[in-house]
């Protein structure tokens, strides 16, 4: 049995509560624009990081992560894609990734929008956990834990950070 802390589109952003949610997590995983090196490096200092970057990660941070990751998680096969869309609107490589061998679990994040859907057609979970950082158009940060556990997705929490422009402990 695995806990998860999933988040996304930090933008080089980590708050106290952030560190304190993961802490309590085994893994982190970060669905890409993670915006610099050492953000990257904070959370996989706090717990084992597995992230792929997104659009606005530089060269530092594409040698390290990936722009997609395919890995299996307990008996759970899973796929990050920081652009990848979201079940029935999908982008063209997730589809790609999605059709070739379907995973139980597809995490994307780009949008800043918090979605947790079941995809009846692929028989997946998809997960976008939102924006934890305190860039762009979002107005409440988000991050998600989990637990994985042989072959279930359990335990899901959605928590919530604030409003972006304020930080409270």
Not at 33 to 43: R, Y
Not at 128 to 147: D, E, K, M, S, Y
């Amino acid at each position: 049995m695995i806990r998860i802390g999933l988040l996304s589109d930090t933008h080089g952003y980590l708050d106290e509560r952030i560190l304190t949610y993961l802490g309590e997590c085994d893994e982190i995983w970060h669905a890409g624009d993670i915006g610099n090196f050492e953000t990257a490096q904070q959370l996989s200092v706090l717990k084992p990081l597995r992230a792929v970057s997104g659009n606005i990660d530089g060269t530092e941070l594409r040698q390290d992560y990936p722009l997609r990751l395919r890995f299996k998680c307990e008996e759970v096969e899973v796929l990050i894609i920081h652009i990848g869309g979201y079940p029935g609107h999908y982008t063209t490589e997730a589809r790609r990734e999605i059709s070739s061998s379907t995973p139980k679990l597809f995490i994307s994040g780009h949008s800043h929008i918090l979605k947790v859907i079941y995809d009846q057609k692929y028989q997946l979970l998809h997960i976008n956990p939102g924006a934890a950082g305190i860039q762009g158009f979002h107005q409440i940060r988000t991050l998600v834990r989990f637990t994985i556990d042989k072959q279930m997705i359990k335990d899901l929490e959605v928590i919530e950070l604030g409003r972006k422009g304020i930080i409270s402990m």
